[in-house]
Structure formats: C-alpha cells, structure tokens
C-alpha cells in the first residue's frame, strides 16, 4: 500500500479539510488519520472501505494509484463499476488529456475500464479547451467526412446518456462495435435506444440500445493530422462532396450560380 499515506492527505486537502474535521467525519480519532498520513501505519479492510465510501473511489486505486496529480475529486461512475480517473495536470496545473493511439483504438473496448490501460496512454495539453474531462480518439474511415481519415476528434466524457443533444457528434463505445463517430439522435424514450448517423449518407444509419452503451463523449474539436489539397478546399470540390453526401443546404443551391 504505497500510496495510500499520499493519497489520504491530498484528497483530504482538496476537500479543504484538518485532520481533525476529516477525523470526525468518518468517525475516527485525529491521530488514526495523522498515523496513516506520516505512515507509521497502514489502515486495515475496515478502514479502507470507510475512505472508499467517502471518497466514491476503489479500494485498488486508493492503495495502488497515486492520485496527486488529481486537481479534484470528481470521479465519475458509470453503470455500477465504471470509474473514470480524474483530470490529472501537468507541473504548471495545466489539464492534460489522453490520447487513444490509432494502432490500440481497437484496444480500448477491453481496456477503457482497466486503470493500467488508461494510465499509460499518452498525454497532451490543449490550454483551449471547456471544463469537463476530455479525450482524443482517432478516425478512420470516410463515414463523417469533411472529417478525414486519420484526424482525432477531441471529446468530453458525458456523465448520463440521457443529456445526449439531438444532431451532435459523438464518440460512441458500443460493447458490439467499439468505438464509432456518428451524429447521434435520442430514441430513448421512445425506444431506450441511441440512433447513429452517418453524414456520409452511403452509410445507413442503425440504432443502438442504451444497455449495449458503454461510453459517450461529446465533440469539442477536431485535429486534422493532414493537411487538405488545394483542390478540396475549391468552393466546385466542397459542393461536390455535399451534393455527393446528399446533404441538402439551401446555401448550396445559392452557391452554383457562382461555380
């Protein structure tokens, strides 16, 4: 148990708590908590399951994660065993985000619950971003085009399927097909399902029940990782590939005249 003396202190300072208001909180006498912070002892099952229940983290990742880097103690749980790491920072308290590598996005569907799997993968700031916890994951494919093949759409984890916003993007884990990028519409209600939608219309689209969801996370941004030719960024190309899309924008119709 390694860490657990570290950890003991720092969610306790970030609740903004002394040892004493920690103490009467779970019931325990301050010097239990200040042995357990200077490590002259270890805190028995007992006692783990008390801070495990006060804190909403695991027992495994309180003893065998160190949770410094966390800047708070929002942890999210998903279903009755999913738990997502907190936002960790850099040294200068700037966010930092995971970046599912194209090679292991087939990977993620086995280890987006496995704390080893998310702890290794790699990290980047990106100081623009909105609050909340956000991944970047990979495309493949021409399903979401202009999105090309080989971009990463950076994405903010949703708490409850049931704020999806009708006619956004989202990165969709699917216990059936992994991870997906699809325009999303909610059929909950009325079908306890997800529609997925493709704008690139040569893909029908299909619906996933909410029990066959294992995560959704919100578009924020998209990185391209290559550069567009001159020729698809000519208003004649951008047209083409909406007419060939069958997207129907009134703006297009307003546009050919001009081609």
Not at 81 to 92: G, Y
Not at 137 to 165: N, W, Y
Not at 193 to 219: P, Q, R, T
Request: charged letters at 30%; glycine letters at 6%.
């Amino acid at each position: 148990m390694k860490h657990i003396q570290a950890n003991i202190k720092h969610l306790r300072t970030l609740k903004k708590l002394s040892q004493e208001r920690f103490a009467d909180e779970l019931g325990w006498s301050r010097s239990i908590v200040g042995s357990y912070e200077e490590g002259r002892s270890e805190p028995p099952i007992d006692r783990l399951i008390d801070l495990s229940d006060y804190f909403d983290i695991p027992i495994d990742i309180l003893v065998k994660k160190d949770l410094r880097l966390a800047k708070d103690t929002s942890f999210i749980e998903v279903g009755n065993k999913r738990v997502l790491f907190p936002v960790t920072v850099n040294e200068n308290n700037e966010d930092l985000i995971e970046v599912i590598p194209a090679k292991a996005s087939a990977g993620y569907l086995s280890g987006y619950d496995d704390p080893e799997y998310i702890e290794q993968l790699q990290k980047i700031k990106l100081p623009f971003l909105p609050t909340g916890t956000h991944r970047a994951f990979p495309i493949s494919g021409d399903s979401m085009l202009p999105v090309k093949d080989g971009s990463f759409i950076v994405a903010k984890f949703m708490e409850d399927i049931k704020d999806v916003r009708d006619g956004r993007t989202y990165i969709v884990l699917t216990k059936d097909d992994g991870l997906v990028y699809k325009r999303v519409y909610s059929k909950i209600k009325e079908e306890s399902c997800l529609e997925l939608c493709s704008d690139n219309k040569a893909y029908l689209s299909y619906k996933v029940s909410i029990e066959n969801i294992l995560e959704l996370w919100e578009f924020t941004c998209c990185i391209n990782t290559q550069e567009y030719d001159k020729d698809e960024l000519k208003l004649s190309s951008i047209i083409t590939m909406f007419q060939g899309l069958k997207v129907e924008l009134k703006s297009i119709k307003g546009l050919e005249s001009y081609i």
